[in-house]
T-cell receptor, first 114, second 115 residues
Framework: DAGVIQSPRHEVTEMGQEVTLRCKPI?????LFWYRQTMMRGLELLIY????????DSGMPEDRFSAKMPNASFSTLKIQPSEPRDSAVYFC????????????FGSGTQLSVL | GESVGLHLPTLSVQEGDNSIINCAYS??????FIWYKQESGKGPQFIID?????DKRQGQRVTVLLNKTVKHLSLQIAATQPGDSAVYFC??????????????FGQGTILTVHP
């Protein structure tokens, strides 16, 4: 199993630009989660999907952030426009379904907004 | 709101020693707990988990203990090896079984193992 796959691994952009992060969950997993990790706030849940449907987006910091899951094997997290304070590592993770444990993480995308 | 916190931010041990990493949680409604290991440049890696109806669970070289009376969680690593050096996070789930992936993470403890 290839695990959760994220791209790009690193992204450097300028303030005001649009950023799109991508995630492919583990095949057969029906729940997908986006987390953000910073030194100040640690690991925080941004949003999660069950069966491609967004269930809880209360962790999304503001309207500049949006996430989609058009099918069971792909999700995007978009920031438009990006700001320096968005610099962080963004992780995607998945579980078999909502009632199964063992959340498995991808390797993350290191985002730097200059 | 309530959150998970760790007593010690860093822990240094000698190779071969046993390590104990502690975590305090404040939400009595939490019913699922999990430990992750994170190495530099990588995502959190699942180590072991435990549900609130248990007080101990063992894995390979690792044991998780849950004390609901004092809201305390610990991770014990036996015969610690240099490869165990990493940041360790505890996390709790308060979703009541509706979404185990919805986790609140602690701050993390840096474990350093000296050869």
């Amino acid at each position: 199993d290839a695990g959760v796959i994220q791209s790009p691994r690193h992204e450097v952009t300028e303030m005001g630009q649009e950023v799109t992060l991508r995630c492919k969950p583990i095949s057969g997993h029906n729940s997908l989660f986006w987390y953000r990790q910073t030194m100040m706030r640690g690991l925080e849940l941004l949003i999660y999907f069950n069966n491609n449907v967004p269930i809880d987006d209360s962790g999304m910091p503001e309207d500049r952030f949006s996430a989609k899951m058009p099918n069971a094997s792909f999700s995007t997290l978009k920031i438009q426009p990006s700001e320096p304070r968005d610099s962080a590592v963004y992780f995607c993770a998945s579980t078999l379904d909502a009632t199964n444990e063992k959340l498995l993480f991808g390797s993350g995308t290191q985002l730097s907004v200059l | 709101g309530e959150s998970v916190g760790l007593h010690l931010p860093t822990l240094s041990v000698q190779e071969g020693d046993n390590s104990i990493i502690n975590c305090a949680y404040s939400n009595s409604a939490s019913d699922y707990f999990i430990w992750y290991k994170q190495e530099s440049g990588k995502g959190p890696q699942f180590i072991i988990d435990i549900r609130s109806n248990m007080d101990k669970r063992q894995g390979q070289r690792v044991t998780v203990l849950l004390n609901k009376t004092v809201k305390h969680l610990s991770l014990q690593i036996a015969a610690t090896q240099p490869g165990d050096s990493a940041v360790y996070f505890c996390a709790e789930n308060m979703a009541g079984g509706t979404s185990y992936g919805k986790l609140t993470f602690g701050q993390g403890t840096i474990l350093t193992v000296h050869p």
